[in-house]
């Protein structure tokens, strides 16, 4: 009997495992990833399933955990990546982060965004507007002069 049930318990054994990141095409509409399991495995075309709204490209060395089909390792499915070396820590009950190693954006549980960036923050969209008024590169003034006076709100 135990000899019988030997395949299935294998099968279940290796339907979740975990492994590192090798490379990643993020060329097409579902990211792939080959993937070094234990024993030094490697398995290729791993589809990355990602949250709807969220996607990232996973640096080499990333930890990802895998499901396998039947327990099949030609027809796997990663469900999550996550890297330890980059990850932001010290939130406060609450907070949400997104980041990428360099630079963070924190939604803070106080209502408060803060967005932390070593080099430049760039916004890309026609219109900008603080308050309702726009800001962006094709606000104007009124009564603007030349000196120091201040000028009136942008329109």
């Known amino acids: 009997m135990q ?3 030997a395949p299935q318990a294998r099968r279940r054994q290796n339907m979740v495992a975990r492994g590192t990141v090798v490379l990643s095409n993020a060329s097409s509409k579902l990211q792939t990833l080959q993937l070094r399991l234990l024993a030094e495995e490697t398995v290729d075309q791993v589809g990355h399933f990602e949250p709807y709204g969220f996607t990232a490209r996973p640096r080499p060395g990333a930890g990802a ?3 396998f089909i039947d327990g099949e390792r030609t027809h796997a499915l990663v469900l999550a990546v996550a890297d330890r070396r980059y990850r932001v820590t010290g939130l406060e009950e609450g907070d949400v982060a997104i980041y990428d190693g ?23 969209s026609p219109v900008l507007t603080h308050n309702g008024k726009n800001i962006g ?10 000196g120091s006076a201040h000028t ?4």
Do not use: C, Q, Y
């Not at 963070?104 to 408060?112: A, F, H, N, P, Q």
């Not at 590169?137 to 030349?146: F, I, L, P, Q, R």
């Open 3 to 5: 000899r019988m049930m």
């Open 65 to 67: 955990a895998g499901v």
């Open 102 to 124: 360099f630079s963070t954006i924190r939604l803070k549980e106080s209502g408060v965004v803060a967005i932390s960036a070593p080099m430049a923050i760039e916004f890309e």
């Open 137 to 146: 590169a094709t606000h104007t003034h009124g009564n603007v002069a030349d």
């Open 152 to 155: 009136s709100a942008p329109d």
